[in-house]
């Protein structure tokens, strides 16, 4: 029997064994169970001093809001506007992100960290993403054609 495999939506959730500490996600799917989009909670408003700790200088006038993954719960500060900030235009200060959304944003930060690192309060369900083989069709040839499906499991308890 030969097994095709087809291509799949990049849901996975990669292993970080060298862990970098950033200020955003980079990206503008949830970082833990890979659904395209957060839904924002709140208005766009200002960065507070409290949230972005010792770093309020250099993100003091960035658009932010509040905002979850509609599948796993967990919580982020979504990124909304950062024209305002002091390191926009700047070449050392440039940060990398991914295309703004039609939801509003452009990127990610956890919502009680600031940077790419949950902490509990962020985090309601642990989520493990399988991919599980789905046949798509066997011909009379032997060949069988296989397309990966990303399965999201929920279950309760914070592991950060
Ligand atoms: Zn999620």
Known sequence: MTTVRLGSPDLAISTKEVFLM???LGRTSCDRCGHPVVKLDSEPRLITRKEAGIDFDMFEGLMVAEAHCPICK????????????????????SITHPNRVPEGY???SYE??????????DIIYNVLVDEVPNIITTFSSGVV????????????????
């Open 112 to 121: 009680s960290t600031f940077n790419n690192r949950p902490s509990e309060h």
């Open 106 to 108: 452009f990127d990610l």
């Open 74 to 93: 967990a919580k982020y500060l979504a990124w909304v506007d950062e024209t305002q900030t002091s390191y926009y235009g700047h070449p050392m200060g």
């Open 145 to 160: 054609v296989i397309q990966t499906v990303k399965v999201v499991r929920l279950t309760i308890g914070a592991a950060v």
């Open 22 to 24: 950033t200020r955003n």
